[in-house]
């Protein structure tokens, strides 16, 4: 369970995060947000438990993450993944070049992932 200290610190970061947000998170919030999708909310860089989901829409229990090179074969993304299903939470991991390069692709898998 989770204590008042950490949920601060991740609601403190969680804030930080969504002003720093990288160039392929900014663009797919601008497809994703007003519940663009099939009248979705979707919320970002949004703490879950003791992590700080990139996009959630906590109606499907969908978790959306961006990856850039540094996830690739992540042992903390396995661990991460676990505990959100474990948890009832279905994650979506699409590639940062996907959404620059595709974003109608990223976000029609975002749809597929939420029905």
């Given at each position: 369970?989770?204590?008042p200290n ?12 969504r002003s ?70 279905k994650v ?24």
């Amino acid at each position: 369970m989770r204590g008042p200290n950490i949920k601060r610190k991740n609601v403190s970061l969680a804030r930080n995060l969504r002003s720093n947000s990288t160039d392929a998170e900014r663009l797919l919030w601008k497809h994703i947000r007003g519940r663009a999708i099939n009248g979705l909310k979707f919320r970002r860089q949004y703490p879950v438990g003791n992590y700080i989901a990139d996009f959630v829409c906590l109606e499907k229990r969908v978790v959306v993450e961006l990856d850039g090179g540094q996830h690739n074969e992540n042992k903390q993304d396995v661990v991460r993944d676990a505990w959100l299903a474990e948890n009832g939470y279905k994650v979506v991991r699409i590639w940062n070049n996907d959404v620059l390069g595709n974003i109608e692709g990223a976000v029609d898998s975002i749809f597929n992932n939420c029905g």
